[in-house]
Structures are given as structure tokens and as C-alpha cells.
């Protein structure tokens, strides 16, 4: 089923809520932004690039799509989807950013898991953003495909009252091209925020949740893939503690730690691995070629989940 369309976009010149205008996001100062072809808009200014493509690579982005739709990190995915939708309001859709989607799996998975609740098509209004044009390219074209396929197992009648709803809604998430110092988001407008083993930046977390709004923080743990890591370093330094403090003006409740040995029998899934972390480019070559002359690989998958929220009386 399809979420609502994402209606709280900002303008990131002077930040300015937009409306859209058939295939284009507009401010009141003019200020104008297309929606490519492909399904996603580009909102990140030149002058917010520290280089000239930013992010994770194209190489990096079709690793992690392969590794993830391969169900090896469905764990993690089910206790996020959990989280979320346990915070649905009683009345209206709940509006989640995932900040730094990637190519949008964990979102896929969160409308995968409304459509399995049986809780109707127009809960959830769903905003995908990252600083890689390459991943956000990568989920907006996945996400089209899926509502494809959903139109396709329809029969002719529901085709034609999905293609209807369709024509006055996005297919799924809206997804942008965006950084988290500067979200083109709009002021105290979200119900939740996802920060997926990516880049917290607290004070526009802050700003972009309403008071009551709860932040999803994805973290690894100290054993997190420490086999493959034992395998392309010569030794392992010891893991950073991670901080049990909360981020200043957020309550920090309770964390959920997601552990398991997930084996990989093939050597394009090792390598998939490694190409999608940071790993491949902290390992030296030799460190590579040991991770590229295995076959079969049993890593340990360590998570800690941490939900944050904003006082309800703040603001």
C-alpha cells in the first residue's frame, strides 16, 4: 500500500515551506526545484557540497542494494519498522525522515511492515533523504519498480482505482537529495526521525521533530562483523564506548540490542559486505585480498537501537 505524499518539504535557500506544483517544489520567494524523471529531487545547494559527489559512491550504493535486499540485515529492519509504527497518532499519518536512507531499504521494509499491519494506506508520509545522489537515485527507482509490481498483482478493477490514487499521490516516499547539517525540512513537522549507522546531527533533529517526536539511532556494537575485520586488519583497536548520555534537549529511553551470527556461503556477498562499510577503504591491500579469497564467511551482527525523544512540552 502507499503512504501519503510528503507535504513538509523546505526550501534549502531560505528555508521557505514548498508546495508542489506537478513535477516541481516551489517557495513563495521562487525559488523552484524539478522532480527528475526518475522520482527523486535534488535539494542540496552547492555551496552545502564538501566535494563534488558527495556520499557514498555508485560501486558502494549497488553493494549495499544487493547485500540488504538479500534479507541479511531483516532483523534490524523488523525492530526499526516495530519502533516506528508503535508511535502511529491516533488520527492522521505519521510523518518519519530517514536521514541518510541510503538506497531506502529500511524505508521499503517500513511500508512493507504497514501494508502487513493491515492499518490502511494512508498512515505513514515517508521522507527519504542522503547526501549520495547515487542511493537516492537507487531508492526512488526501487520504489517505483515496487508500486509496479503491486499495480501488477491487482486485478483490472483494483488497477485502475490504484492508478487513480496514484495520479494524485507520490507512488511511495518522496525522496531527496539532501544533507543532515541542513534539512530541507520544515519546523517541528515530524513524528520521527531515522538515523541509520549514519551521521546524527542533533540540533536540526531537534528542529525538524515536534515536541513528543522520538529519533530512531542505529548504532554498531564492538563485535559488529569482527570477523571479517579480524580477516583484512592485523589487529583489531578497541571499540569506543558508546555513550549512554542523551544529546542535549532530547530524553534518552530505552535501547534494544540486535545480535546474531549471519553466514554468508559465496563470495560476492563477502564482498558486497565489505564494499558497502567503511572497512574497504580503512583496510590495506593485502587486508582486501584476504577478504577477496574467501568463499564462505560467518560474521557477527551486533546493533544497539536507541529511541530518543522530544519533550512533549517543549516548544
Known sequence: MSPTSFSALACPLDGDPMHREGQTWRCAAGHSYDIARQGYTHLLPVQH???RDPGDSKAMVAARQRFLNAGHYQPIADAV???VLARRPAA??????DAGCGEGYYLRQLMEAQSDAGAGDASLSLLGLDISKWAVLSAAKQDKSAAKQERAELSAAKQARVLQRDAHKDAGATWVVASNA????????LDCVLC??????YPEFMRVLR?????VQADVGPDHL????EVIYPSLKPERELSEAAPEGLIRHESESIRYSLTLDNAEAIADLLAMTPHLYRASADGRARAQALDFLTVTV??????????????
Open 196 to 201: 541509520l549507522f549514519g551521521f546524527p546531527v
Open 49 to 51: 557540497k564538501r566535494s
Open 182 to 189: 541542513h534539512l530541507p525540512v520544515q519546523s517541528n513537522s
Open 211 to 215: 515536541p513528543g517526536g522520538v529519533l
Open 92 to 97: 492522521g499519518p505519521l510523518h518519519c525522515l
Open 81 to 83: 519498522a516495530r519502533i
Open 226 to 229: 569482527r570477523e571479517l575485520r
Open 302 to 315: 551486533d546493533v544497539r537501537l536507541t529511541r530518543f525523544e522530544r519533550p512533549a512540552g517543549d516548544g
